[in-house]
Every structure is written in structure tokens, then in C-alpha cells.
């Protein structure tokens, strides 16, 4: 697949901090079989040109697929069929999983607050089917602002200081979750994603759920503070950089 000089551009911003990432956290191995959570969101999209591109010159070999799940939404066909034509275009294998999440969330559950319910359903069909492709491996799209919008979530949500790693390792269904794009910024991802055939998302409570509101809390805060968002990141990604509440000596007094 040949790409422009503008998207070639947007590209190059993102795989020197997936690179770095990958480094840093031992996420790709000799022989490892990675299978990409595609939603054919922005992220998705991203990440998949992104590790496309990146297996053409990694040190370490690797074979890359890409699980599709469908929702049962309503997804529209030909939004769809780009898709599926630009992992054929990127030489990579599509599998599509036909699932009711969407139905059993929204039409029997009736549920109000669905993320976190359809998380864990989409994740364990991309396991099941990830386990039989013998995939060792799964890469999600979470980029640097879904990790401080997580711990702000935790925070606010579960009186927790939480957030998701770069690296973790799932023993019931014995594979390992990576997420390259833990360093990129979401300006970079929103660049590259306008070259590429994002699909609409068909999901009733988009830009309405919990997320959405911590999104926008960041943008407000980084207006306000222009450096917010970087000393952010700084304190979840530098672990010395915390200074939580500890039992101290004391000598330490």
C-alpha cells in the first residue's frame, strides 16, 4: 500500500512513540502471533497502518491479524468493506466475528451505563477467537489520553488509583495484552485517522457516556493548564514521580 506524503507525515509521528513503547515494555517478541482488536474506530485504524508499517522493519519478527467484532448494531456494509479493503491493501488477515452484544446490552438488559459491559463482552470474543488463531498476543488501540481518562474514571467511579498497563497477561485465556500506542497523544492518532476509512460508530450511548466526560474534563483542564495533560502522563508513566501515602519509618520523618 503506498500512501502519501501528508498521511507518510502523520505516520512518522506515531511509530517513533510505538517504537519507544515496544522497547520500553518488551511488547513484541521473536515469533509472536498479535492479534489487533479492529473496531474500525480512529484508534483501531491507527494502530493497524501503524504496526502494518512497523512489522516491515521490527528487529523482532512477528505475524499481525487483525478481530473485527461486530456489535450487531447495524453496522453499515460498505463502511465495512473499506475495511476489510484496507487490511487486504496492508496484506493483513481480517477475521469478523458476528456477536448480539449490541442487542443484549441495549434491547434485554436495558442497561444505562453499557461501556463497561460490552468492554468485557467484546474482549472475551477477541479472546475466544484470538485462542482459536493461536494468536499469543493481543494489541488494543488505548493511546495516552484513554490512559488518564481510565485513572480519572478509577478515581472518581471506584475511589481508586488505577489505570490499565502497557503490558498484562490474562491466565484463563492465556495470552498477553499489548498497547503500543500508550505514549501517543490522541492529536496524533485524530491526523493519521483523517487518511483513513474510520467507520461511524453505531453505538446509542456514544458521546454520552462516563469517558466522554472525562474527555472533556481534560480539554478544559489543559486550557486552563497548558502542561496539564504532560505532567499527567509524566506521573502515571515515571513510577518516581508518585508520592502516594506510605507507611514511613521513623528515620524517614
Same mark, same amino acid.
Given at each position: 500500500?503506498?500512501?502519501?506524503?501528508? #498521511?507518510?507525515?502523520?505516520? $512518522?509521528?506515531?511509530?517513533?512513540?510505538?517504537?519507544?513503547?515496544?522497547?520500553? *515494555?518488551?511488547?513484541?517478541?521473536?515469533? +509472536?502471533?498479535?492479534?489487533?482488536?479492529?473496531?474500525?474506530?480512529? +484508534?483501531?485504524?491507527?494502530?493497524?497502518?501503524?504496526?502494518?508499517? *512497523?512489522?516491515?522493519?521490527?528487529?523482532?519478527?512477528?505475524?499481525?491479524?487483525?478481530?473485527?467484532?461486530?456489535?450487531?448494531?447495524?453496522? +453499515?456494509?460498505? $463502511? $465495512?468493506?473499506?475495511?476489510?479493503?484496507?487490511?487486504?491493501?496492508?496484506?493483513?488477515?481480517?477475521?469478523?466475528?458476528?456477536?448480539?452484544?449490541?442487542?443484549?446490552?441495549?434491547?434485554?438488559?436495558?442497561?444505562?451505563?453499557?461501556?463497561?459491559?460490552?468492554?468485557? #463482552?467484546?474482549?472475551?470474543?477477541?479472546?475466544?477467537?484470538?485462542?482459536?488463531?493461536?494468536?499469543?498476543?493481543?494489541?488494543?488501540?488505548? =493511546?495516552?489520553?484513554?490512559?488518564?481518562?481510565? #485513572?480519572?474514571?478509577?478515581?472518581?467511579?471506584?475511589?481508586?488509583?488505577?489505570?490499565?498497563? /502497557?503490558?498484562? *497477561? #490474562?491466565?484463563?485465556?492465556?495470552?498477553?495484552?499489548?498497547?503500543?500506542?500508550?505514549?501517543?497523544?490522541?492529536?496524533?492518532?485524530?491526523?493519521?485517522?483523517? =487518511?483513513?476509512?474510520?467507520?461511524? %460508530? /453505531?453505538?446509542?450511548?456514544? =458521546?454520552?457516556? $462516563?469517558?466522554?466526560?472525562?474527555?472533556?474534563?481534560?480539554?478544559?483542564?489543559?486550557?486552563?493548564?497548558?502542561?496539564?495533560?504532560?505532567?499527567?502522563?509524566?506521573?502515571?508513566?515515571? /513510577?518516581?514521580?508518585? %508520592?502516594?501515602?506510605?507507611?514511613?519509618? +521513623?528515620?524517614?520523618?
Amino acid at each position: 500500500m503506498e500512501f502519501s506524503r501528508e #498521511m507518510t507525515k502523520k505516520l $512518522q509521528a506515531l511509530l517513533s512513540p510505538i517504537r519507544r513503547a515496544i522497547n520500553d *515494555y518488551n511488547m513484541i517478541e521473536d515469533g +509472536d502471533k498479535i492479534a489487533l482488536g479492529l473496531s474500525g474506530g480512529k +484508534d483501531s485504524l491507527a494502530l493497524l497502518v501503524c504496526l502494518a508499517t *512497523y512489522k516491515k522493519f521490527s528487529p523482532n519478527p512477528f505475524d499481525l491479524i487483525a478481530i473485527n467484532i461486530d456489535l450487531g448494531l447495524g453496522t +453499515d456494509k460498505d $463502511q $465495512q468493506q473499506k475495511i476489510i479493503d484496507l487490511c487486504k491493501d496492508l496484506e493483513v488477515p481480517l477475521y469478523i466475528v458476528e456477536s448480539q452484544i449490541g442487542p443484549i446490552i441495549f434491547d434485554e438488559r436495558k442497561e444505562t451505563s453499557p461501556c463497561s459491559l460490552c468492554s468485557k #463482552m467484546r474482549r472475551g470474543a477477541l479472546c475466544t477467537k484470538a485462542n482459536e488463531l493461536n494468536a499469543n498476543k493481543i494489541a488494543l488501540a488505548h =493511546h495516552a489520553d484513554d490512559l488518564m481518562e481510565t #485513572m480519572l474514571l478509577s478515581m472518581f467511579y471506584e475511589g481508586r488509583i488505577s489505570t490499565f498497563a /502497557p503490558v498484562s *497477561y #490474562m491466565d484463563r485465556t492465556k495470552v498477553s495484552v499489548i498497547r503500543p500506542m500508550v505514549y501517543v497523544e490522541e492529536k496524533e492518532v485524530i491526523g493519521l485517522a483523517k =487518511h483513513l476509512p474510520v467507520l461511524t %460508530n /453505531p453505538c446509542c450511548a456514544n =458521546h454520552t457516556t $462516563q469517558r466522554e466526560y472525562m474527555k472533556n474534563l481534560l480539554k478544559k483542564i489543559s486550557k486552563d493548564i497548558p502542561i496539564a495533560k504532560d505532567r499527567f502522563r509524566s506521573a502515571i508513566t515515571h /513510577p518516581e514521580r508518585n %508520592n502516594l501515602w506510605t507507611q514511613k519509618k +521513623d528515620n524517614d520523618l
